[in-house]
């Protein structure tokens, strides 16, 4: 007996996407792409993959997603590559590499790769729609990317979405800052929770971001970093909340919100959905990194961006019942029914969507039974029938595959009339 073949699944922790779900998957992105080209913004493109230095260097070697998270592959070259985990350090490194006029404002769709402990809204394969600003600390622009996640937030039907912001400080405030956290940390290191207890001093911010009630405990009674930055950095987080406050978009501080990148500067923010368990309710997020394009070897130049998870927007959209549809109607107006023996449909569907109709067929000519089953399960709008008879009278019959009266269910029409009819119909 030969052995049964075997079959495959897709990777742990990844998933795949298919319709009908897809619509709304692609009514995402179009919306987005939308609201990206009506705040300026142009499409950047780059590799699924960098050389491994992007990111150690980019989101920081001793951040859990470089230490831990990320998938870093030897090529047949030997060179090492990571497949990316977020989408601000390729696009840092392709704007250092380009060196394009600033302003420069990207967005991108992209997947983003974590090897995470898989569960619902968390996946080894995520993707993101994300934009970034390079080369201006105006907090008018802080405001603008914020402002563009908030609106595009609405339009997807969104209404249970909190903001939270918070300042990082620049690099000296924030060093001095990490040395008072550091001597909080040395008294109540015992207090710690076990993942941070003897590593936390590779970076002691990262405990403000640990959710366990040890840590948390801990920097509760720790100094906060909104309470030690600069004067400048002040004013400018103050700007940029003002800002928003006069867009009417309110947003509440979060000190602890310091992000799991070691690139960010000064703003910093997340949008929680309130309709979502905890662990996964972060729908977006994003903040300043001002001295990330220096890191990865360029000019010194700001920047700030946010991504926000596909999974989670359709996670929050299903919590918040919005009706799927709202984004993109993805359903057929008509299925061709042909039961010629000439198969007429191949010029008929044609001229159809020359026409602008979206339209299927049925193959294999089957019989008018298996075909009808087959054009109400499309989801089509009419069945346009062509048969022997309709064929010689240069006739096509239109079935409404919704109505269940049966006077409207039918009508016949000059085959040369069929688009116009149909555009009423359709219009009606
Ligand atoms: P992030 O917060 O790591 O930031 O990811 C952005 C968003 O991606 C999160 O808010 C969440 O919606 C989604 N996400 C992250 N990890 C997963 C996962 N494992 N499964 C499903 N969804 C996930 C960044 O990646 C930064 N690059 C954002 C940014 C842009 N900062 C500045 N510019």
Known sequence: MSEPITTFQAPVGTHDVLGPASAQWEGLVATFAQFAYRYGFELAVTPMFEEVGVFNRGIGEHSDVAKKEMYVFADRGDRIYALRPEGTAPIVRAYVQHNPTTPW??????????????????????????????????????????????????????????????????????????????????????????????????????????????????????????????????????????????????????????????????????????????AQDAIGGGGRYDK???????????????????????????????????????TLDLFVIDTTDEDVATVLVDELRSAGFATDRAYDRRSMKAQMKVADKSGARFALLIGPKEHAAGEVTIRDLRSDNFEQLQRSVARREVALALANLLND
């Open 105 to 278: 404002k990207a967005w991108y769709v992209t997947p983003a790769f974590r090897y995470e402990r898989p569960q619902a809204g968390r996946y080894r394969q995520h993707h993101q729609l994300g934009v970034e600003v390079l080369g201006t600390d105006d907090p008018a622009v802080d405001v603008e990317v914020i402002a563009l996640a908030q609106r595009f937030y609405e339009a997807i039907g969104l209404a249970r979405v909190r903001l939270m912001v918070n300042s990082m400080g620049h690099d000296e405030c924030r060093a001095a800052y990490v040395e008072r956290l550091r001597k909080h940390l040395v008294e109540n290191v015992d207090g710690l929770c076990v993942d941070h207890r003897d590593v936390w001093h590779q970076n002691p911010l990262r405990v403000l971001d640990c959710k366990k009630v040890q840590c948390v405990a801990v920097t509760t009674m720790g100094p906060m970093l909104i309470d030690h930055i600069c004067d400048p950095c002040r004013a400018h987080f103050e700007t940029v909340v003002a800002g928003l406050s006069s867009i009417g978009i309110e947003s509440s501080l979060n000190p602890r919100l310091v992000r799991g990148f070691d690139y960010y500067t000064r703003t910093t923010f997340e949008f929680v959905s309130e309709a979502l368990d905890s």
């Open 292 to 330: 990330l394009a220096e890191q990865l070897g360029g000019k010194p130049t700001s920047g700030i961006g946010f991504g926000s998870g596909i999974e989670r927007l359709l996670l929050a959209r299903d919590a918040e019942d919005v009706e799927p549809r709202n984004l993109l109607n993805r």
